[in-house]
Structures are given as C-alpha cells and as structure tokens.
C-alpha cells in the first residue's frame, strides 16, 4: 500500500479506536503532505512523504528538549507520545557502521580527496539516508572519514 493512502487508512483506525493523540498526530501529518503537495503542485512520492516525517520527528526531538529545559514535563511527554506514532512511518534508521559504508561508497563516487569534497559527498549520501539517519550526524561522519 502506498504511503500516503497508509496514513488515511491509519487515521481512520484510530478515529474508530479512540485514539486521540495517534488521530491528532495523523492528521497533522497529512496536513503538512498536503501542504508540501500545494507548494510543490504535485503529488509527493514515498521519499518525500518520509522527508516530511522525519522533519516533523525532528520538530518533536527539539520540542521536547526545549519543553524539558522550560520543566514542563507533561508537554515534553506529549510530544514524546506523538514522535513516537511518526517513527511508525519511518523506515528502520540506519546503524553507524552502515552510514559510513555509504559515506565511504559517496566518496568513491564522488572521488573526494578531501574536506574540499564535503559538499559532493553529501550530496550523494544524503538521499539514501532521507529519514533513516540525522543529517547532521551524516555530516560529523563524513568529516571525520575526509579528514582522517
């Protein structure tokens, strides 16, 4: 099943289940797609979709750590709870051994000598991790495999 027709299967199970804070987060999750869609004027693909999940999960993760600085708990808590039912619609996030894999095979690509290179490996790299891995961890690893 195609991604996008997955989340309003998934929203209408939750409306039927009950489940508030699942049905809220569904809901804003196709609102930000639609508006995506809207400025692109065209229908997302999967990959693009995920896009949109993972910055909306990444949304959450600051969200959460500004909630807790600020001690207000029981926010911090419902973020959690909604990062939690966007993760479900993310693929399996990618470990450090495999990121670097990609990173060293974005650098055989690209025949990067060095940091000079930074920005063509990345820009090899980067669309195969697109909601599997923080870019900027991406970034730090690239670095790091340029320079040393």
Same mark, same amino acid.
């Given at each position: 099943?195609?991604?996008?027709?997955?989340?309003?299967? +998934?929203?209408?199970?939750?409306? *039927?289940?009950?489940?508030s804070v699942t049905l809220s987060t569904l809901r804003l999750l196709l609102a930000a797609v639609h508006n995506e869609e809207i400025r692109?004027?065209?229908?997302?693909? /999967?990959? %693009?979709?995920?896009?949109? &999940?993972?910055? #909306?999960?990444?949304?959450?993760?600051?969200? &959460? $750590?500004? !909630?807790?600085?600020?001690?207000?708990? $029981?926010?911090?808590?419902?973020?959690?709870?909604? #990062?939690?039912?966007?993760?479900? !619609?993310?693929?399996? /996030? #990618?470990?450090?051994? %495999?990121?670097?894999?990609? &990173?060293?095979?974005? &650098?055989?690509? +690209?025949?990067?000598?060095?940091?000079?290179?930074?920005?063509?490996?990345?820009?090899?790299?980067? /669309?195969?991790?697109?909601?599997?891995?923080?870019? *900027?961890?991406?970034? %730090?690893?690239? *670095?790091?495999?340029?320079?040393?």
């Amino acid at each position: 099943m195609e991604l996008k027709a997955e989340l309003k299967e +998934a929203v209408k199970t939750a409306m *039927k289940g009950g489940d508030s804070v699942t049905l809220s987060t569904l809901r804003l999750l196709l609102a930000a797609v639609h508006n995506e869609e809207i400025r692109v004027r065209r229908e997302l693909v /999967p990959e %693009e979709i995920q896009r949109t &999940i993972a910055t #909306l999960c990444k949304q959450r993760t600051e969200a &959460i $750590e500004l !909630y807790r600085q600020g001690k207000r708990e $029981e926010l911090a808590q419902k973020e959690e709870a909604e #990062l939690a039912v966007l993760k479900r !619609y993310l693929p399996q /996030p #990618l470990s450090e051994d %495999e990121i670097r894999d990609l &990173i060293q095979a974005g &650098i055989a690509e +690209a025949s990067a000598k060095g940091i000079q290179d930074l920005g063509k490996v990345m820009k090899l790299v980067m /669309p195969k991790v697109v909601g599997r891995s923080d870019g *900027k961890r991406v970034n %730090e690893l690239a *670095k790091a495999l340029l320079s040393g």
